[in-house]
């Protein structure tokens, strides 16, 4: 039986072989790879061992009828045939030994915690076959917990982002709430106050929506309403209703969707959120006097829309985390507004779940995020279903 072959060990892998061998144990085992299964050594092993005492029974019925004082002779031709058979037998016995002991022990050092273990064995054969099922249980087991660890990173990461992005508005509560309660401000000042701690609880209320909202899209939680989405109508509506805080800070932002653009299949008001959110965003990383763009066309895939502005652009060392929740990349990249970062996740979330994808394209000047949407089937008989 020919075993399957191991997979290739990678650079830090610990190998577990067999102790270094003499020659005659690499005789043995060139014999055992030649032999093949283990059921042919095992024959083997016994053919060794009764083919000597099957030769010296022929030479002795021979030098009986030879000689009848041959007493001596015989019993020494018996004893080196019943050494030889027992010297070859315990070779054969030590290779398959070594090879059971080289798969023990890396077994061992995983139970001990060890995941960087290579199992080698000397022979082509089923303790092969069970080495490599055991490097390709430890290959497993060492991406799980490289996967879980990471996980748990991640929430770490996450807890001590929510923890500092609470601890900012509450404390501010606190103190805004007794300066009030302690009446130490009185008339316009005190209105001030009450504004800026209304600030503080919309902002905190934002936070935990968006907390929600992820937590529910990554566990799949997922119901929605699906419709033909005029993404003229859509995009024109959001644009307009960005366009005063855009004008605040002295940036223009104009749609480009032609009207006879194909509906894309989403929840208008999902959608939506990512328009807020993504203008939102550019908005706040544009100068005065730069300008946002939201452009749509139809793709082969569907529908791809882009966000993109003049502003400073994404460094390429930040490219890749853009989207993480909570990530704070230079001034804030991965920050909607004045929210905690979870803008660009959440719109990861939400453009995912529709069945598209959303990424940072290359942009000569400041950024550019597209997103891709699934067209509307012209011949879809209800003109809504629902995502679960």
């Known amino acids: 039986m020919t075993g399957r072959p191991p997979p290739a060990p990678t650079e830090s892998a610990v190998a577990v072989r067999p102790p270094r061998r003499t020659w005659r144990e690499a005789i043995v085992a060139r014999v055992r790879a030649g032999t093949g299964s283990l059921s042919r050594q095992f024959a083997l092993a016994v053919a060794i061992v009764v083919a000597p005492v099957l030769l010296a029974l022929v030479v002795v019925a021979w030098l009986m009828v030879v000689s009848g004082h041959a007493a001596i002779l015989v019993g020494a031709i018996v004893a080196a045939a019943g050494i030889l058979a027992v010297a070859g037998a315990k070779l054969l016995a030590d290779g398959i030994l070594g090879d059971v002991t080289a798969i023990r022990d890396g077994l061992e050092a995983v139970r001990l915690g060890e995941r960087e273990v290579r199992i080698s064995t000397t022979a082509d054969d089923e303790l092969s076959e069970l080495a490599a099922a055991a490097n390709a249980m430890i290959e497993q087991l060492r991406g799980e917990e490289t996967a879980r660890n990471q996980s748990d990173s991640a929430r770490r990461d996450l807890v001590a982002a929510v923890s500092h992005d609470l601890r900012t508005p509450i404390t501010s ?180 779940a529709h069945g598209g994808r959303i990424w940072l394209a290359d942009s000569p000047v400041g950024t550019s995020i597209r997103f891709s949407l699934p067209a509307a089937s012209a011949s879809a008989a209800t003109p809504a279903d629902v995502m679960s």
């Not at 106050?193 to 566990?219: G, K």
């Not at 805080?245 to 939506?272: C, I």
């Not at 544009?286 to 829309?305: H, L, Y």
């Open 173 to 352: 509560l606190r103190l805004l709430a007794e300066a009030v309660g302690d009446e130490i401000v009185h008339g316009e000042q005190r209105r001030g106050y009450l504004r800026r701690m209304r600030t503080h609880i919309d902002a905190l209320s934002a936070l935990i929506d968006d907390l929600f909202e992820l937590s529910r899209l990554e566990a799949g939680d997922i119901s929605w309403s699906l419709e033909r989405v005029a993404l003229h109508e859509l995009v024109g509506e959001t644009v307009e209703a960005m366009r005063l805080q855009a004008e605040a800070k002295g940036v223009s932002v104009v749609a480009h969707v032609p009207a006879e653009l194909d509906p894309a299949r989403a929840n208008p008001e999902k959608l939506q959120r990512v328009l807020f959110n993504l203008i939102q965003n550019a908005i706040r990383h544009t100068p005065a006097d730069g300008s946002v763009v939201v452009r749509a066309e139809p793709v082969p895939a569907g529908i791809e829309i882009e966000v993109a502005d003049s502003g400073d652009g994404i460094s390429a060392a930040e490219r890749d985390r853009v989207f993480a929740a909570f990530y704070r990349g230079g001034a804030d990249a991965a920050r909607t507004g004045e929210g905690a970062g979870l803008g660009l996740a959440v719109s990861r979330a939400i453009v995912e």
